[in-house]
Nanobody, 124 residues
Framework: QVQLVESGGGLVQAGGSLRLSCAAS????????VGWFRQAPGKEREFVVA????????YYADSVKGRFTISRDNAKNTVYLQMNSLKPEDTAVYYC?????????????????WGQGTQVTVSS
C-alpha cells in the first residue's frame, strides 16, 4: 500500500551534517505518522524521531535531541531528517517508516511500512 524510499546517506566526518529524505508513493504522507529508525552494527533497531501527519508534533530520542530535526512536506510526499553535529555513534542504517497509527504509540515490530534504509557513516 505504501512504498518508502530513503536517500541522502553517506560518509561524513564527526561534526558534519547530512540531510536524509524519505519519499513516499502509493499513499501520501498527509495521512500518515512517519518516523526514522536506525540500526547500528551488532545492535537492535532503535527509534530516532517521529512526526505526526500534520507536522505539528515531533518526538525525538534523547540521543539526538538538539542535533536532529525532522520535517515534512506533504505536497511532495516527503519527510526529511536534518542531522547536524554528527557523532561516530550515529553510524547506522537509517530506515524511514510510516503508519496510519501514531508511531510513538506503537512498538517497532508493529509499524506497518518500512523503507529499505540508507547507510550513514560518521568517521572520527
Amino acid at each position: 500500500q505504501v512504498q518508502l524510499v530513503e536517500s541522502g546517506g553517506g560518509l561524513v566526518q564527526a561534526g558534519g551534517s547530512l540531510r536524509l529524505s524519505c519519499a513516499a508513493s502509493g499513499r501520501t504522507f498527509s495521512i500518515l505518522s512517519v518516523g526514522w529508525f536506525r540500526q547500528a552494527p551488532g545492535k537492535e533497531r532503535e527509534f530516532v524521531v517521529a512526526i505526526n501527519r500534520l507536522g505539528g508534533n515531533t518526538y525525538y530520542a534523547d540521543s539526538v535531541k538538539g542535533r536532529f530535526t525532522i520535517s515534512r512536506d506533504n505536497a511532495k510526499n516527503t519527510v526529511y531528517l536534518q542531522m547536524n553535529s554528527l557523532k561516530p555513534e550515529d553510524t547506522a542504517v537509517y530506515y524511514c517508516a510510516a503508519d496510519s497509527t501514531p508511531i510513538v504509540s506503537k512498538t517497532i515490530a508493529t509499524v506497518n511500512y518500512w523503507g529499505q534504509g540508507t547507510q550513514v557513516t560518521v568517521s572520527s
